[in-house]
């Protein structure tokens, strides 16, 4: 059945994809509807996001030990001695950690985003250098998605019983 009312004469909620419908002040959107993800889908994202979140951990655990040895060398003696030593240990540690934080951020955020917003996540990551924060936006929207399909998730992401159940689900 053509709708012979011009384009014009539309109201836009017929205009707009349900997704970007205006809704009036007040009225809540149920996201879960849009938002349910095969058991494989959610499996991979929570997995992405413990070992970004990992990789996270090593690498700001890396910087806090260089800055706090850096401290107690300059309080106990000369810490030109010490400090170049110190520098490479920790850049074995903290550049191979931020390379895989930055890998597994881009492999969650083509999961979870659009292209647009895709994009601009990596010109925040690379073009002004905030690489957390741009980690911390994928990690909130990765936290979201799991939790709105049922997912428990804790301060290290997804716990091992509950991805055991993701896997058992998706078998």
């Not at 992405?48 to 706090?68: H, N």
């Not at 003696?77 to 597994?104: C, N």
Request: positive net charge; contains cysteine; glycine residues 6%.
């Amino acid at each position: 059945m053509p709708d012979d009312e011009p384009l014009f004469e539309k109201p836009l909620d017929k205009l707009l994809p349900p997704s970007r419908r205006i809704r009036s002040y007040g009225e809540r959107y149920d996201y879960s509807r849009d938002s349910r993800l095969s058991a494989k889908e959610l499996l991979a994202i929570a997995r992405l996001q413990k070992w970004s979140l990992r990789a996270c951990l090593v690498y700001v655990g890396a910087v806090v030990c260089y800055i706090v040895a850096g401290l107690v060398a300059s309080i106990a003696g000369d810490p030109r001695v010490v400090m170049p030593v110190l520098a490479v240990i920790v850049a074995v540690v903290a550049i191979p950690s931020a390379i895989a934080m930055t890998v597994l951020m881009i492999m969650l955020a083509v999961k979870l985003f659009r292209t647009s917003s895709f994009v601009l996540l990596l010109i925040l990551h690379f073009g002004c250098g905030l690489g957390l924060i741009s980690l911390a936006i994928v990690n909130t929207r990765a936290t979201n998605t799991l939790r709105q399909n049922g997912v428990r998730v804790g301060f290290l992401g997804v716990r091992k019983a509950d991805i055991k159940k993701l896997e058992e689900r998706f078998r």
